[in-house]
């Protein structure tokens, strides 16, 4: 079992800059490949990163790629979204996932993953 707490969104003009946080509970976080996904209202929740458990393999939809970077800090079971040059279609509820290290790697659908965090709200005004 694993708990997921994001932190870290909030209200920033475009252009601006903020820093998500995904803490997890347990011992074995490091056994985990994460992911982030976004959800804006009315629209269908959809894939923005994710990183192996070792945090070398990264992977970014089109849409954050070059703006956005994700890491992880095994030690401190956190994993990390930078994201900078927002645009107010980044406006969304943001969640961190993790899907189990093991079997067919898969890191682009929600499906994939074994739990999820409640979800922080990132709006970025124009």
Known sequence: ???????????????????????????????????????????????????????????????VKGRFTISRDNAKNTVYLQMNSLKPEDTAVYSCAAQMAVGLVNYYAALAYNYWGQGTQVTVSS
Do not use: H, N
């Not at 694993?2 to 903020?18: I, R």
């Not at 998500?20 to 959809?46: D, H, I, N, V």
């Open 1 to 63: 079992q694993v708990q997921l707490v994001e932190s870290g969104g909030g209200l920033v003009q475009a252009g601006g800059s903020l820093r998500l946080s995904c803490a997890a509970s347990g011992r074995t976080f490091s056994s985990y490949r994460m992911g982030w996904f976004r959800q804006a209202p009315g629209k269908e929740r959809e894939f923005v990163s994710g990183i192996s458990s070792s945090g070398t393999i990264t992977y970014y939809a089109d849409s």
